[in-house]
Nanobody, 120 residues
């Protein structure tokens, strides 16, 4: 079983930066692609970014390109999402996910989510 625990959410102003962390545990977690999704009120959950187990392959949603950076520390089984130049439309619950072996994320496990709110 895999467990994912997010942290780092909060309230920021437009233009600010914020880093989310996700601590992963469980069998075979290191081989999985890790990623982030988000869900805004009234909208479907959407993909944000993913990084493969070897850290060399990443993929981003168009909305995240140039502003967000995903990384992982396999020694600590942790994945990070560094967000900069944040916009009000980034407001959402951010979910950590694990699953699949490629940057084309195929989530199998989910965290409980962390709220990110960006004010104008």
């Amino acid at each position: 079983q895999v467990q994912l625990v997010e942290s780092g959410g909060g309230l920021v102003q437009a233009g600010d930066s914020l880093t989310l962390s996700c601590a992963a545990s469980g069998r075979s977690i290191r081989v999985y692609t890790l990623g982030w999704f988000r869900q805004a009120p009234g909208k479907e959950r959407e993909f944000v970014a993913a990084v493969t187990w070897d850290r060399y392959n990443t993929r981003y949603a168009d909305s995240a390109k140039g502003r967000f950076t995903i990384s992982r520390d396999n020694a600590k089984n942790t994945v990070f999402l560094q967000m900069s130049a944040m916009k009000p439309e980034d407001t959402a619950v951010y979910y950590c996910a694990a699953g699949g072996l490629t940057a084309t994320m195929n989530p199998r496990y989910w965290g409980q989510g962390t709220q990110v709110t960006v004010s104008t």
